[in-house]
């Protein structure tokens, strides 16, 4: 995955939203699966960033807060 990819699209009555990658990276797990309904804030997924790329190590599964 290169940051900016479309990885997922989310659909509502009449509109559909882009989820773009925010870095560069390989897919590593799936949390929501197609036609899974969503929440503001839910996690899609996780992509480990690509070793050259810099990214943000607060989000990563072990360190959410306890009602994520």
Known sequence: IVAGDVVAEVLLPGITFDVAA???GKLM???RP?????ATGDIL?????????????RLTPD???PDS
């Not at 197609?34 to 969503?38: F, G, I, P, T, Y």
């Not at 997924?45 to 190590?57: F, R």
């Open 63 to 65: 360190r959410l807060p």
């Open 22 to 24: 925010t870095h560069s």
């Open 34 to 38: 197609m036609d899974a309904l969503v």
């Open 45 to 57: 997924g996780w992509i480990d960033a690509a070793h050259d790329e810099p990214h943000d190590e």
């Open 29 to 31: 797990q799936i949390e």
